[in-house]
């Protein structure tokens, strides 16, 4: 009896231990919570980040391009990682390249058909704190003597105060227009195998100050839907176009005059990816027998631009008023370029004029130029195209010339 109760009696307790709440551990009740906090933590500091313009990876433009990007724009959907160097706890360097291989001929005379290196260009960017970055543009590139040289084409440091106001200090592109700040020095980005001869690099013989010296402020303007932005630059400016001499002034000016850059452009919510705008600059120029040379250069630009469709619109007026004289230089150039993606292929349309008088005292080599170009581009790769392009080009002093060029352009 006494072993039957006894029996009886434990069942209950078993009973009553398996049906009763197990007991909190606050050890693991604490972990939870911890780890909580940090996903809360984190996704705090990527939209700190994100406001304040402090961004590690290169992020997929909007169709149009900012005037003055801080990183080499990168299609939509393509978004290749870059290659890091972390230096202790120091700043993450991020390098990435950038080059092309052309085959060209053309029926003008003297002209032999060739092969040819592009531009290898490494980008380099680094993001030294919340609110600093800096970036680079090393390029190697072969000249008409067959020698490779290497330009840094761009340095810039920056520091981001907020969306209204990111000061840079350093070589950039100048804000003239749209092309100048939208496509630097990869032609893998660029529809066509060149830029449009008015935005042309000086050392290739360009008419416009592409690179300055100097410091640039950026930024948005409260306007609501319209969109607008800023920049502001102030630099050395060029030399005066002699041949004998480095275009860009990167140590020494010479003069003491400064150039300085004004643009302002909108970016309608109404429409994604339209652009418009205006920009104006000014410098002194002193060549040598010659008087001293007020220079003007006045840019308008209405682009469109979405991952099919392109449509590209720029004129320049660029005035030379040699100083103590009536003497004014007025030489005007435009382009247009369209282009519509089918798949994998883009074909595309370009037409450009520049009307330079022969007299012009900073670039009468140039006169003249026009004509139509036509092209194809194919992406075959996620980070690889080719290209071919026609050319038709007319100048004053001789009859048209008819050319092709054939591109390869990768990144890396």
Known sequence: MLAMWIILCGGQVASAQQVAPPTPDPQQDAIKTLLQRIDQLESRVKELEQKQGIVAEPIPPAPAKSMQETMEPVPPAVNPGLGNIQLGNGPSLKIRGFSDVLWSDSDQKSMTNSFALGQMNLFITSVISRRIDMLSELVFEADTTNTIGVDLERLLFRYSFNDYFKL??????????????????????????????IY???DEGGILPIHNVGLSAEGQIPSGQLGLHYVAEIGNGRTSRSKLAEPVQNKIDENNGKAFNIALFARP???????????????????????????RIMAVHFVYQNSHFEFLNEGILISHALVNTPIIFKTPAFYTQISHSIGLFRPYFRYQFLNASSSE???????????????????????????AQYDRSGTRTSNSTNGITTQLSFTF
Do not use: C
């Open 269 to 295: 919510e109404a429409v994604r990816g339209l652009q418009f705008g205006f920009s104006y600059y000014h410098d002194k120029l002193t060549p040598d027998g010659l008087p001293n040379i007020r220079e």
């Open 168 to 197: 840079s200090a350093g070589r950039y592109h100048t804000a003239i227009g749209f092309y100048s700040t939208a496509y630097h020095h990869s032609t893998w980005m660029q529809t066509a195998t060149d830029r449009p001869f």
């Open 361 to 387: 005292p900073i670039f009468g080599d140039v006169g003249r130029q026009n004509g139509p170009s036509f092209g194809l581009k194919y992406d075959f790769g996620e980070y690889a195209n080719l290209k």
């Open 200 to 202: 042309a690099f000086e």
